[in-house]
């Protein structure tokens, strides 16, 4: 057995929540271990409120548009969970896109790019990248752990 599920949310930061209790409803029902199940939750909550900040397209004015939208996906297949989140954005800048993007001095102090460093620390493979002209995606995944007896393990 296998879940996969894709949802088209608006920039408002109402959506972030939704999207987490989806992933953790699909994750339990599938019978994922909780740490893991937490893991994932938490980098796709940084990764959907990054969206919701920085996903929109700019105005003449230089100024986030109001309104827009935004993408989840996530797969949960075997072993492996994946996620993306795609946005409609002026994309991250060139030294954040690519398999891993470079440690730089005082990151951790920062206020902008924690929610990266943290997607990053909690999944196993992670990539930013850009589509030019149509905005960012942030794809990770995490192997999975099952419970016993869990639904998706068994297949």
């Not at 109402?14 to 909780?34: F, I, K, N």
């Not at 995606?137 to 869990?150: E, P, T, Y």
């Given at each position: 057995?296998?879940?996969?599920?894709?949802?088209?949310?608006?920039?408002?930061?109402?959506?972030?929540?939704?999207?987490?209790?989806?992933?953790l409803?699909?994750?339990?029902?599938?019978?994922?271990?909780?740490?893991?199940?937490?893991?994932?939750?938490?980098?796709?909550?940084?990764a959907?409120?990054?969206?919701?900040?920085?996903?929109?397209r700019?105005?003449?004015d230089?100024?986030?548009?109001?309104c827009?939208?935004?993408?989840?996906?996530?797969y949960?297949?075997g072993?492996?969970?994946?996620?993306?989140?795609?946005?409609?954005?002026?994309?991250?800048?060139?030294?954040?896109?690519?398999?891993?993007?470079?440690?730089?001095?005082?990151?951790?102090?920062?206020?902008s790019?924690?929610?990266?460093?943290l997607?990053?620390e909690l999944?196993?493979?992670?990539?930013?990248?850009?589509?030019?002209?149509?905005?960012?995606?942030?794809?990770f995944?995490?192997?999975?752990?099952?419970?016993?007896?869990?639904?998706?393990?068994?297949s």
């Amino acid at each position: 057995m296998s879940i996969w599920w894709s949802l088209h949310l608006r920039r408002e930061a109402a959506s972030v929540p939704l999207a987490r209790r989806l992933l953790l409803g699909a994750m339990e029902t599938a019978g994922v271990d909780p740490d893991i199940s937490f893991d994932l939750s938490l980098a796709l909550s940084e990764a959907c409120a990054n969206a919701v900040e920085h996903g929109g397209r700019t105005g003449g004015d230089g100024r986030s548009a109001e309104c827009g939208a935004y993408r989840v996906t996530a797969y949960l297949d075997g072993d492996r969970c994946r996620i993306e989140v795609t946005d409609s954005g002026p994309g991250f800048p060139p030294h954040a896109v690519g398999p891993r993007r470079p440690a730089w001095p005082g990151a951790v102090f920062r206020e902008s790019g924690r929610g990266l460093c943290l997607i990053e620390e909690l999944a196993d493979h992670v990539r930013f990248r850009n589509r030019p002209g149509r905005g960012a995606v942030v794809s990770f995944d995490k192997m999975l752990k099952f419970r016993d007896g869990a639904l998706l393990h068994l297949s």
